[in-house]
């Protein structure tokens, strides 16, 4: 079984956001959230919801087993 770690994903989040060349502001907008969660999610310091993890697969155009690094 694979540990968790909040601050990875938030490292994930981040990499795919830049990657895509949105800001913080324009992903919160994507998926309903304010900039600033965005920015605890990119630190590692906020938990995401099921229903947020599947709004950023969206917008970031990848699986939830990515974002949360489960992928091999």
């Known amino acids: ?3 968790f770690n ?3 994903v938030g490292e994930q989040i981040k990499k795919l956001r830049t990657e895509l ?9 994507k998926i309903g959230v304010a900039q600033n969660t ?4 990119e ?3 906020s938990k995401i919801s099921i229903e ?3 709004y950023l697969a969206l917008a970031l155009d990848t699986t939830c087993d990515d974002i949360l690094c ?3």
């Open 1 to 3: 079984m694979k540990d």
């Open 6 to 8: 909040m601050q990875k």
């Open 21 to 29: 060349g949105l800001s913080q502001k324009e992903l919160a907008e």
């Open 38 to 41: 965005v920015a605890q999610y």
């Open 43 to 45: 630190k590692g310091t």
């Open 52 to 54: 947020v993890l599947f």
């Open 70 to 72: 489960l992928e091999d």
